[in-house]
Structures are given as C-alpha cells and as structure tokens.
C-alpha cells in the first residue's frame, strides 16, 4: 500500500480553486469550465492561468494549459480587439518558448450554439490525442494522489511523470535519503545534496549523483536559465548577472550526474520542485563566467542513488 502525505488541499477545492481563478472573466470562465466539465476526465491534467516566463524576462498567462499534450487555450474577449498587435506578439513568444499548440477561442459576435460547437470540437481532439498517446504507450495518467506525495514513487521516475514535490525533504524522502541530526542540505547556496566537497567513495559508484534544486530565474545575483542550444540538447546556462568569473573552487562542484529538481511556483503561487532530468556539467574555458549543463537522461533510478549515497554517508 502507498504511503499517503495529506495534501494541502482535497482535490475537489484543488479543482475549484483552479476554476476560481478565471471567474471574474465571464466568457473566459464560461468557454473553459464548459471545457472541463465536457471532457470529465481525472487522468487529464489541466492548468488556468499557467505562467510562461518569455524569453524576453516577461511573465505570461495561458488561460487554460493541458500539460500532458503541450496544447493551450486563449479565450479572447471584447478588449482583445483593442490589442491585436500585443496579443499576436504574446502568442509568439509563448509558442516560440514552450513549442505549445495554442487554440483560440474569438467570443465576440458569437453565437451559444456556434461557440458550442467550437467546444465540443476542442473536446474531441483532446480525447483523440489522449487516445494516439495511449495507444502508443506514451500517456501517463494524472493522479491528483501523487501530486506532492514521495511516497508514490518507487523504482525510478521520468521526467513524463512530472514529479512535483513541495520541499528538500519531500524529495530526499523519495530517495530514500534521511538527514542525519544536524546535517544540512548542503552547501553551495543550500541548493544542492549532499555536500559538494564531500570525499566520494570509489568503489561500486556509478558516478557521483547530486540532487540540485536551481531557480530558473535570477535570484541573488545569479541566472539560471532552463532552455536548449542550437543542437535541441535541453541544458542549464548559469551565469553571474554581473558577468563576473565563477567562484574558486567551483569546478570541484556538482561535477557528476547532478539530478535536478527546478524550484517553481505552482498554479496558486506556492513553491514546487519539478524533476527535469539528469544532468552533466559541460567542460569550459578555465577563466569562465558561466556553466553549462547538458541533460543526459531523462530517467533517474532510485536504487543506483540510494546505494551510493549511503556508501558515502558512511
């Protein structure tokens, strides 16, 4: 039986909370809730009002976002026709950071029953793309259970999965791993485990494994940017905001696998981790003002991490 962690809210005011987001917008609350109540599927995540950092530093909102399918909905209501330019440059930059499928949804001038039918059409290409994804073995059902819960997870995870947790603790629960009386998290601004110049153990290690948790945004000085190179490889690019060289000592930092869990807000404004992957940390230049890491899985066996690091703890 999982062990269960009570989340912070049940799922059905997780739900309405979601809704009441949106309804002080009349047609955007109507053409969305509409949505939702259409498709009446727990496996099928769905977000209002999701948050897209541009990459010009803006911050963005997609009325609704479906996570699992990348496909987001604009609901555009009479000022729209006043902001056509903005609105066109806003899709851009949404579409050109997260490669989303962006429907819109024109209110203006429009019937119930043709708005309707718009819906209804919407409805059948999520269901359609649910079913493609599950016949190809690719959906991964939402489970409101799991969200924020280390106790549902067991073997391995990917990054399909989206593992969201809400602190250190919850994550280095899930591996299994216990802090010792005293012990931090570590070094290096606190965001990583264990710590960078610990002495690692040589023998049976498949490479040292950190668990990072960046912000992927500026904070203190430092920018962290989630993103892919001209190759379509995903990787960290982090650098001093001030261009300065990188710490003494910071080659001898987070040089193996390093298992990055990003630092977010959620849909109500509270801090998650999400799991993003494996990374390695490129070679550079030894006078360097920044680093680059390269994902190298998109899979992290727990196993492999818990045996090392209770080598080390040792």
Not at 153 to 171: E, F, M, N, Y
Not at 284 to 296: G, L, T
């Amino acid at each position: 039986m999982v062990k269960k962690e009570k989340p912070a809210l049940s799922e059905l005011e997780y739900n309405a909370l979601m809704l009441s987001k949106i309804a002080h917008k009349k047609y955007e609350y109507y053409v969305i809730s509409r949505i939702i109540h259409k498709l009446d599927d727990n496996q099928i995540e769905f977000s209002t009002q999701q948050l897209v950092r541009g990459e010009d530093g803006k911050r963005y909102l997609v009325d609704l976002y479906f996570p699992q399918f990348n496909i987001g909905i604009e609901v555009d209501e009479s000022y729209h026709k006043n902001q056509v330019a903005e609105d066109s440059y806003r899709e851009r930059v949404i579409v050109e950071k997260t490669q989303m499928q962006l429907y819109r949804f024109d209110c203006n001038n429009r019937t119930k029953e043709d708005l309707d039918g718009q819906i209804q059409e919407f409805v059948k290409k999520i269901r359609l793309k649910k079913s493609e994804l599950k016949k190809d073995g690719k959906f991964i059902p939402y489970d409101y259970n799991k969200l924020y819960n280390p106790y549902a997870w067991k073997g391995s995870i990917k990054v399909g999965d989206r593992v969201r947790l809400r602190t250190h603790d919850q994550v280095l629960t899930m591996f299994g791993i216990k802090k010792k009386n005293g012990e931090n998290y570590v070094s290096w601004e606190s965001a990583t485990y264990p710590k960078g110049k610990k002495e690692f153990s040589k023998t049976n290690n498949p490479g040292e494994h950190y668990i990072w948790f960046p912000k992927v945004y500026e904070n203190d000085g430092w920018m962290n940017k989630l993103t892919t190179d001209e190759n379509g490889k995903t990787i960290i690019i982090q650098r001093n905001k001030n261009k300065k060289e990188m710490v003494v000592g910071y080659d001898e930092i987070l040089t193996g696998n390093i298992v990055v869990f990003v630092h977010q807000k959620d849909e109500f404004g509270t801090t998650a981790y999400e799991f993003k992957g494996v990374f390695k940390k490129r070679p550079h230049p030894r006078v360097h003002s920044e680093a680059i890491f390269e994902k190298v899985s998109d899979t992290i066996n727990f196993q492999e991490f818990i045996e090392w690091i209770s080598e080390v703890r040792e």
